[in-house]
């Protein structure tokens, strides 16, 4: 029994010819798909039938995967690693730039007058020296000196007028004459004497503008330096103070006097 199936599997061997064509087309589909899960053979199959069919696969097998093998070669696997590419790191958003703000350049416009005492209430007008060419800054108990206040600018003016006296005065008039040179105009006035002793006038007459200071009866201004201003806007430029001029007239013990003179830049 056994040589007879032993001779009939070298028969059948030997009488195998492959199909090169179809056993590489069946390893290149198995290589590319998942394998094929075959159904185990049944148990109730006849051993001698088994062993057969098991011998004769054998045989092809190991015919096929000879002429297989020299045909289907693995290639090497490959030595290049892929790697992810990097994560760029965050690019740090620079600091906002602060640019300040430009500062607005202030206007010109008009200085602003030295504090001065509460304004005197214009009244009208009272008689008023009589200014004349020449210039006398004493008589007798007075003395005087007319200048233009260093805080003057191209815009505004101020006239200062000093005057001394070594006895009491019973009567005092005080007089600023501004020569209209463009666009003078008055900003205030205030002496160094009590405003209440005094009627204060400004007025504009004949192209000059006034500032007149009148002692009232029964007050005395005392011994000692006094000072009376007068402020006023002008035309934009230097401004010739070569018409402006200022006069006293005053009664002490001593019997009347009178100064007057122009006004000068402040010593």
């Given at each position: 029994m056994n040589e007879h199936i032993t001779r009939q599997l070298r028969e059948a061997a030997e009488a195998h010819r492959p199909d090169r064509a179809r056993i590489l087309a069946r390893v290149e589909r198995g290589a590319a798909g998942p394998p094929v899960r075959h159904r185990a053979p049944s148990f109730v199959r006849s051993w001698p039938r088994a062993a057969l069919a098991g011998l004769a696969t054998a045989g092809v097998?190991?015919?096929?995967?000879?002429?297989?093998?020299?045909?289907?070669?693995?290639?090497?696997?490959?030595?290049?690693?892929?790697?992810?590419?990097?994560?760029?790191?965050?690019?740090?958003?620079?600091?906002?730039?602060?640019?300040?703000?430009?500062?607005?350049?202030?206007?010109?416009?008009?200085?602003?007058?030295?504090?001065?005492?509460?304004?005197?209430?214009?009244?009208?007008?009272?008689?008023?020296?009589?200014?004349?060419?020449?210039?006398?800054?004493?008589?007798?108990?007075?003395?005087?000196?007319?200048?233009?206040?260093?805080?003057?600018?191209?815009?505004?003016?101020?006239?200062?007028?000093?005057?001394?006296?070594?006895?009491?005065?019973?009567?005092?008039?005080?007089?600023?004459?501004?020569?209209?040179?463009?666009?003078v105009r008055d900003t205030g006035n205030w002496r160094t004497l009590p405003s209440e002793d005094f009627t204060v006038t400004v007025q504009e007459s004949g192209g000059v503008l006034v500032y007149r200071w009148v002692l009232k009866p029964g007050r005395t201004v005392p011994v000692g330096q006094h000072e009376f201003a007068g402020q006023f806007n002008h035309a934009t430029g230097v401004r010739s103070a070569a018409n402006d001029s200022y006069r006293v007239d005053a009664q002490s013990v001593g019997g009347p006097a009178s100064v007057w003179g122009g006004f000068g830049p402040a010593g």
């Open positions: 097998l190991a015919t096929g995967g000879l002429a297989v093998a020299g045909i289907v070669r693995t290639p090497p696997p490959s030595d290049t690693v892929t790697t992810a590419p990097a994560s760029p790191l965050p690019t740090k958003n620079p600091s906002p730039t602060v640019t300040p703000s430009p500062t607005p350049s202030a206007a010109p416009g008009t200085v602003a007058p030295l504090p001065v005492p509460a304004p005197a209430t214009t009244t009208p007008g009272s008689p008023r020296p009589t200014p004349s060419a020449s210039s006398r800054p004493v008589n007798g108990s007075l003395w005087s000196e007319g200048s233009i206040d260093s805080h003057s600018t191209v815009y505004w003016a101020q006239h200062n007028l000093v005057l001394k006296t070594t006895q009491p005065l019973t009567s005092l008039t005080v007089e600023l004459r501004i020569a209209q040179t463009g666009e």
